[in-house]
């Protein structure tokens, strides 16, 4: 929310596209960015790799990267 309210557009990817979809529908009207969602599991072999090749195929242009993905054990 923060990056959206100073107007930067979005790349949200998570797991859940149904929440990611909430939360671009939020945000787009809110603050008037765009925001395009990926349903990814990242935890899964080669998805890093997909991700990669859908920025670069729809050329979406990436100029700050914040990671929060990763694995526990629980």
Do not use: C, T
């Not at 998570?14 to 529908?25: P, T, V, Y």
């Not at 998805?47 to 050329?59: C, D, I, K, S, T």
């Amino acid at each position: 929310r923060e990056l959206a309210s100073r107007r930067y557009n979005l790349i949200l990817v998570a797991r859940s596209e149904a929440k990611l979809e909430a939360i671009k529908k939020e945000l787009e009207m809110a603050f008037v960015v765009d925001v395009v969602v990926m349903a990814v599991d990242l935890s899964v072999p080669d998805h890093a790799r997909m991700l990669v090749e859908r920025v670069l195929n729809e050329q979406l242009q990436v100029n700050l990267l914040i990671n929060n993905a990763g694995v526990g054990l629980y």
